[in-house]
């Protein structure tokens, strides 16, 4: 337990604070999805979080059912539409605050939040500290990597059956060879973000 790094980190910070990170803010379609988890109890089980990025698929949906044991967990989605119409930034601050939001109905959350990256949460109003890759520093983010990543990859293999000459399971929307190539012969999906296919598109995105 003691060898736990991104757990010392956590407790630095305080006894009790939410760690918030979001998945999807780079694809081109699909919701962005952010996570905010509370740690209940600590266990040598939690040693193997670490960053959503540095696990395989199959590491982070072993520890997605860890970390809903451990933490208490909110998650916030904000839609394409919404991604379009606030752009990405503003909507990835709104996923978040609804995940805290979702978070206070099981928890108190008058405490400390770390959130990944180097921008507090706009609109925020509680207390609040960003920390710069702090997926690779935090048990706590490191955790709501895995449940917001894991959570975002479910979606977009269920829209992979809805669409399948996108093999959106595959890619999980991101920008591939295989998904430009897709959408150019194929044209967009309700799913996609318009404002992330003016490069591909041009002036047709819109």
Known sequence: ME????????????QEIIGVDEAGRGPLAGNVVAAAVKLKRYSEELQEINDSKKLTEKKREKLFDIIMEN??????????QEIDELNI???TFLAMRRAIEELGKKTNIDVLVLVDGNFKIREYIRKQEPVIKGDTKSL?????SIIAKVTRDRQLVEEGKKYPEYHFEK?????????????LQCGVTPIHRKTFLTKILGENAK
Not at 3 to 14: A, P, R, S, V
Not at 71 to 80: L, N, P, R, T
């Open 140 to 144: 706590s983010i490191a955790a709501a």
């Open 89 to 91: 930034l503003n909507a």
């Open 3 to 14: 060898n736990n790094l991104l757990y010392q980190f956590d407790l630095e910070k305080g």
């Open 71 to 80: 933490f208490e967990v909110g998650i916030g989605i904000a839609s394409v």
């Open 171 to 183: 890619h999980k929307g991101y920008g591939t060879k295989a998904h430009r190539e897709a959408i």
